[in-house]
């Protein structure tokens, strides 16, 4: 019979893993449960639920250090940082409407967990790269901590880099440590009208590599362009190709000026002002133009920027196929219909080719039981993985096979 834990300070996560770990009860890490949708089928009657452990400890906007309970809601970070023009610079992903649920439910730890990061990850880097100091519960029911409230620590070995994208399988995070940066001031966006993918990839290799300090670039082909909360890029009856210039507001206004001319070469250009540049990158963050009240699978395909044209194309071909792409093409989104491998064997050829990786990010549960969610590791890195996991969580107590089988 499924029962659930609730501890409500470090100490009582340290007697609930330990009770397991004498019990060998595997133990599944919930917190404010947005994300148990992602990853294989939990394979735990007894959840840990860290909900209990939310709330800002310390904040200090001067020295850019928030320090928060684990199951903090992402919400009341966002909105504390906002009433200080501050940030999360790697623009956590809010996936709940992807994955079906309500809006605005994730925590800050699970945006660590997953290791999130929006369109700016190709300027400012993902969750690990801001993640600074975290205090956690090994599956050895041992308290530890590594890294600290400051940007230059570089004691011991860097185990904020390891437990991000660790989905809960190595530790339990009880505090965390994240640097926040300043929010800038003016927010445009270029767009280019009308380009087919292979066309858009060099569009935004051309603006990437200028002068400009392009912060996102992602391309929406037009059979998505009209799920669009912008009315322009609603009704623009065409692909858009979007370029993020941010910053000082006569900055940004020269550059994206300049911006505008030296892509003009490919095609119409236009752009979208602060609140509407908001509005347009929250929904290629968040995945929405691919949010459905079906569970058609999505999957997140990872390949160098100048694959990503060929990929999509391959892709796409696929009977009722839909897909997006960001980081300047690196960074595919996909949508398939339902199958019984949910396109596995055909999307992993593809992107295999070119050195990538594709995780399946949302399917059924039986889907996620039997497809591998996550790329297959090389065996080396494979036996690495587990190396790891036996020295977080020797008896497997932590969210057990929540990545991998066996792991």
Same mark, same amino acid.
């Given at each position: 019979?499924?029962?659930?834990?609730?501890?409500?300070?470090?100490?009582?996560?340290?007697?609930?893993?330990?009770?397991?770990?004498?019990?060998?009860?595997?133990? +599944?890490?919930?917190?404010?449960?947005?994300?148990?949708?992602?990853?294989?089928?939990?394979?735990?009657?007894?959840?840990? /639920?860290?909900?209990?452990?939310?709330?800002?400890?310390?904040?200090?906007?001067?020295?850019?250090?928030?320090?928060?309970?684990?199951?903090?809601?992402?919400?009341?970070? +966002?909105?504390?940082?906002?009433?200080?023009?501050?940030?999360?610079?790697?623009?956590?992903?809010?996936?709940?409407?992807?994955?079906?649920?309500?809006?605005?439910?994730?925590?800050?730890?699970?945006?660590?967990?997953?290791?999130?990061?929006?369109?700016?990850?190709?300027?400012?880097?993902?969750?690990?790269?801001?993640?600074?100091?975290?205090?956690?519960?090994?599956?050895?029911?041992?308290?530890?901590?590594?890294?600290?409230?400051?940007?230059?620590?570089?004691?011991?070995?860097?185990?904020?880099?390891?437990?991000?994208?660790?989905?809960?399988?190595?530790?339990?995070?009880?505090?965390?440590?994240?640097?926040?940066?300043?929010?800038?001031?003016?927010?445009?966006?270029?767009?280019?009208?009308?380009?087919?993918?292979?066309?858009?990839?060099?569009?935004?290799?051309?603006?990437?590599?200028?002068? @400009?300090?392009?912060?996102?670039?992602?391309?929406?082909?037009?059979?998505?362009?009209?799920?669009?909360?912008?009315?322009?890029?609603?009704?623009?009856?065409?692909?858009?190709?979007?370029?993020?210039?941010?910053?000082?507001?006569?900055?940004?206004?020269?550059?994206?000026?300049?911006?505008?001319?030296?892509?003009?070469?490919?095609?119409?250009?236009?752009?979208?002002?602060?609140?509407?540049?908001?509005?347009?990158?929250? +929904?290629?963050?968040?995945?929405? @133009?691919?949010?459905?009240?079906?569970? /058609?699978?999505?999957?997140?395909?990872?390949?160098?920027?100048?694959?990503?044209?060929?990929?999509?194309?391959?892709?796409?071909?696929?009977?009722?196929?839909?897909?997006?792409?960001?980081?300047?093409?690196?960074?595919?989104?996909?949508?398939?219909?339902?199958?019984?491998?949910?396109?596995?064997?055909?999307?992993?050829?593809?992107?295999?080719?070119?050195?990538?990786? *594709?995780?399946?990010?949302?399917?059924?549960?039986?889907?996620?039981?039997?497809?591998?969610?996550?790329?297959?590791?090389?065996?080396?890195?494979?036996?690495?993985?587990?190396?790891?996991?036996?020295?977080?969580?020797?008896?497997?107590?932590?969210?057990?096979?929540?990545? @991998? *089988?066996?792991?």
């Amino acid at each position: 019979m499924a029962s659930t834990l609730k501890p409500e300070d470090a100490k009582q996560v340290e007697e609930a893993v330990a009770w397991a770990l004498s019990n060998g009860e595997p133990l +599944e890490i919930v917190g404010r449960a947005s994300k148990r949708a992602l990853g294989r089928p939990f394979q735990a009657e007894t959840m840990l /639920d860290l909900s209990g452990l939310s709330g800002v400890i310390d904040y200090e906007p001067a020295e850019l250090v928030l320090t928060a309970y684990p199951s903090t809601p992402m919400a009341e970070v +966002e909105k504390l940082l906002a009433e200080n023009n501050q940030m999360l610079a790697f623009e956590p992903m809010d996936l709940t409407a992807l994955l079906g649920g309500a809006s605005a439910g994730g925590s800050l730890a699970g945006a660590l967990m997953i290791n999130s990061g929006g369109p700016r990850r190709i300027k400012a880097g993902s969750a690990r790269d801001h993640l600074l100091g975290f205090e956690a519960v090994s599956g050895r029911a041992e308290q530890f901590k590594s890294g600290a409230r400051v940007v230059k620590n570089v004691t011991g070995y860097d185990l904020p880099k390891v437990i991000c994208g660790s989905y809960g399988t190595l530790a339990a995070v009880t505090k965390i440590d994240v640097k926040v940066l300043p929010s800038p001031e003016k927010i445009y966006t270029v767009l280019v009208i009308g380009l087919d993918a292979e066309a858009a990839v060099k569009a935004m290799s051309v603006a990437m590599n200028s002068a @400009y300090e392009v912060s996102a670039a992602a391309h929406v082909p037009v059979g998505l362009t009209a799920k669009s909360s912008v009315s322009y890029i609603e009704s623009a009856g065409a692909s858009v190709t979007a370029l993020r210039i941010e910053g000082f507001g006569p900055s940004v206004e020269k550059r994206c000026s300049d911006l505008k001319s030296e892509l003009s070469l490919f095609g119409t250009v236009e752009e979208l002002h602060t609140m509407n540049s908001h509005a347009f990158w929250r +929904e290629v963050r968040d995945v929405q @133009y691919l949010a459905a009240s079906t569970p /058609d699978p999505v999957w997140r395909i990872s390949v160098p920027p100048s694959a990503g044209a060929g990929v999509a194309a391959t892709l796409s071909a696929m009977d009722g196929a839909a897909w997006f792409s960001d980081w300047a093409g690196g960074l595919i989104w996909l949508r398939l219909p339902v199958s019984n491998d949910a396109g596995a064997e055909v999307v992993r050829a593809a992107v295999s080719a070119d050195g990538g990786h *594709a995780t399946l990010v949302r399917a059924g549960q039986e889907i996620r039981a039997a497809v591998p969610v996550f790329h297959p590791q090389p065996e080396a890195v494979a036996r690495l993985s587990q190396r790891l996991k036996e020295s977080f969580d020797p008896k497997h107590i932590l969210n057990p096979g929540r990545m @991998y *089988a066996g792991v």
